[in-house]
């Protein structure tokens, strides 16, 4: 019913900036929160950051200042611009979505395939 797809990752030197877009496809009425979270082999899944309908953003501690997370709401689109990258910030970066088809009363949250961000020292 709903589909996020991920681009924009890649292999970039660590100092390098990348920005990552995510466009939600489908059966869409309305988009809640919309969000950012990464993973790397081995650990959980962890919040990178999230933006809200009304453009509220929230940043987990390492995100602050180097990364910024925007949204076109008329393209049901959203970027996470990341610059000063590290090789801690190496990891799969997934997209996810809280949506509300039509005909339906409830917002249910959707994952996208992963993006791979490498960066080298």
């Known amino acids: 019913q709903v589909q996020l797809v991920e681009s924009g990752g890649g292999l970039v030197q660590a ?3 990348l920005r990552l877009s995510c466009a939600a496809s489908g059966s869409i ?3 809640n929160v919309m969000g950012w979270y990464r993973q790397c082999p081995g650990k959980q899944r ?3 950051a999230t933006i809200t309908l009304g453009n509220s953003t929230n940043y987990a501690d390492s995100a602050k200042g180097r990364f910024t997370i925007s949204r076109d709401n008329a393209k049901n689109t959203v970027f996470l611009q990341m610059n000063s990258l590290k090789p801690e ?3 799969v970066y997934y997209c996810n979505a809280n949506c509300r088809t039509h005909g339906s009363t409830w917002y249910l949250w959707y994952w996208g395939q992963g ?3 490498t960066v080298s020292s």
Request: glycine share 14%; no cysteine; aromatic share 0%.
């Open 89 to 91: 910030d190496t990891a």
């Open 15 to 17: 100092g390098g900036s």
């Open 115 to 117: 993006t791979q961000v």
């Open 29 to 31: 009425a309305s988009i």
């Open 46 to 48: 962890e919040l990178v």
